[in-house]
């Protein structure tokens, strides 16, 4: 009979989800499935910075690929990236977390190792990532193929991060393949008789409603039914919106597209169209404050219809085990073919930028998309740049990627490394704030190494500008060490004749600092003309400019 390794067993599966890079840091307990994934001529290895870093990459990566995977070493290893894998658990995000940890005789005999508590508690931080992951599992010989197949198949269907501890003895041990089927990733079907009557609610409310509307939101991306949802508008024609997390699933060049609502965050022509609207066809709707204008969104339950993973609520009637991913086209399926006229006018815009020679929030978001090709990845860190994103013009078929739930600062630089390995034939965007670079910069040296090509704005404005304006505008411990941010590309080794050896080496771009709209505009008609390099632009701002609707969100927070 044929056998496998467990160690390749696993990464067999692993490619079974589409992935092709897998992210994380040697330790001495993973080596040897390194050995494998480096030996594997369909795998890359991400050979990231740090653990922390790490966790974040695998996170971009799955945003784009579908599903991503780290790998670490036992307890300092994974306790690194565990505020990465929280993330993922928050954001909904399926990364595999897999952990290389001592053998198995050790295990049993409770040896005091390092990078152990020296308690010989070998379970300790699998119990720890229990509570971030929606499945975790030590394998052992008997049960390691059935165990990555149930752990990787729970962590596929409930778009959540998950745990796969694998002791270094068991990585290179080969065990019978027997009969190895393809993982069945496909959802428990909807109870016929509830989906029925959801049905018939759902189709009544709409023939009844006189000005319904689109919301859609995070789970529409996270449960891949983009499709559906842009669908659904386009066979209605109902004036569609998204929410801040939601961005980049509805295509904004759509006639029926309107624009982004957050509560008293949004526009005010849009916030009103919202809230005269009769009835709301919600599509994975996530309720928490950054994504809802400090839970400002004063919409009445009785006029919505939110269709989520879990069940299907019709006007505060809650339809069980009614999932969208099998509902929403049959909603889609049994809809009037005539569209429904709106008259809401001409759509919603952000202010003109203003006047001056500063680059401002208003002038650099309204301006950034005509630099943005068709298929970008935009990549915006907790701060400014998340907020500066929700209004500005989004190029056709983008990507959005930001962390507007667990908004842990510096996440962008190791996602931006991710992402822009998903994919390499789209061009990422990262805007990431200069204080939240400082807790990650090391990632920009793995995508030179890597060969990864992103454009890398650093908003310069001197400060975490987001908690000045929350508490504390002139405190001291808002403020850090000023870094030649420009050079960072020059000071991780850009341009090292030694560096270049390595053959998938980034070809380096633009290396500059603007402080101008003109030197900014002269900066990015150079960054066109180099594609397929990786651009580094220190972008200057005014201290305390903000784009307004940070400014209106900290205002609401400061109301509640």
């Not at 369909?42 to 996170?59: F, K, R, V």
């Not at 004063?298 to 069940?311: C, G, M, P, S, Y």
């Not at 793995?446 to 704005?457: C, D, L, S």
Request: charged share 20%; net charge negative.
């Amino acid at each position: 009979m044929t056998k496998i390794s467990i160690g390749q067993y696993l990464i067999n599966r692993l490619k079974e989800l589409n992935i092709d890079t897998i992210f994380g840091c040697p330790g001495d307990y993973n080596m040897p499935l390194l050995d494998i994934i480096e030996d594997d001529k369909d795998m890359t290895w991400g050979n990231d910075a740090n653990e922390l870093n790490a966790s974040y990459s695998a996170d971009g990566y799955a945003r784009v690929r579908g599903a991503g995977a780290v790998v670490t070493t036992f307890g300092v290893g994974e306790l690194s990236a565990a505020n990465g894998t929280a993330g993922s658990y928050s954001e909904m995000i399926p990364v595999l977390h897999i952990v290389g940890a001592p053998n198995t005789k050790s295990q049993a005999e409770g040896a005091i190792l390092h990078h152990t508590l020296g308690n010989g508690n070998f379970r300790v931080f699998q119990e720890m990532f229990a509570n971030i992951t929606v499945a975790n599992s030590m394998i052992n010989e008997t049960n390691a193929f059935s165990e990555i197949d149930r752990v990787i198949k729970k962590m596929c269907l409930s778009r959540r991060p998950a745990y796969l501890g694998i002791p270094i003895d068991l990585v290179t041990k080969e065990l019978d393949a027997g009969d190895i089927k393809p993982l069945d990733l496909s959802l428990p079907p909807n109870p016929p008789n509830t989906q029925k009557a959801a049905l018939k609610a759902v189709l009544d409310a709409i023939e009844k409603a006189k000005n319904p509307i689109i919301m859609v939101d995070a789970c529409t991306l996270r449960n891949n039914l983009t499709r559906e949802a842009r669908e659904f508008a386009d066979k209605t024609g109902f004036p569609t919106y998204v929410a801040p997390m939601g961005k980049g699933a509805v295509d904004e060049s759509a006639e029926h597209y309107r624009g982004c609502y957050s509560g008293s965050v949004s526009l005010k022509e849009i916030a009103k169209e919202v809230r005269d609207s009769d009835l709301i066809l919600e599509i994975g709707s996530v309720q928490s404050d950054f994504n809802t204008g400090g839970f400002s969104y004063e919409l009445d339950q009785d006029k919505i219809i939110a269709f989520h993973t879990f069940a299907t609520i019709v006007c505060r009637a809650t339809y069980e085990k009614v999932g969208m991913s099998e509902f929403l086209p049959l909603v889609i399926k049994n809809l009037p073919e005539k569209k429904r006229p709106f008259t809401l006018g001409p759509r919603a815009q952000p202010n003109p930028p203003d006047n001056g020679t500063e680059i401002t929030h208003s002038y650099f978001w309204n301006k950034m998309p005509d630099y943005m090709p068709p298929r970008s990845v935009v990549i915006a860190e907790t701060g400014t740049a998340e907020f500066g994103v929700f209004n500005m013009r989004a190029p056709k078929d983008s990507t959005f990627i930001t962390q507007v739930l667990w908004g842990s600062i510096g996440y962008t630089v190791g996602a931006c490394y991710g992402a822009a390995m998903a994919d390499k034939s789209r061009q990422v965007f990262l805007f990431v704030g200069d204080g939240s670079f400082q807790m990650t910069v090391q990632e920009v040296s793995v995508m030179i190494h890597q060969g990864a090509t992103p454009v890398i704005f650093l908003l310069n404005n001197d400060g975490y500008l987001i908690e000045k304006l929350i508490h504390g505008l002139h405190r001291d411990y808002n403020n850090y060490q000023m870094w030649k941010y420009a050079d960072t590309i020059e000071y991780f080794g850009g341009n090292m004749e030694h560096n270049h050896k390595f053959p998938r080496h980034a070809k380096i771009g633009v290396q500059s600092k603007v402080s101008t709209r003109q030197e900014f505009e002269a900066a990015m008609e150079k960054v066109g003309q180099q594609p397929g390099h990786i651009h580094f632009l220190e972008v200057i701002m005014p201290r305390f400019d903000a784009p307004r609707e940070l400014l209106l969100q900290v205002d609401t927070s400061e109301n509640r």
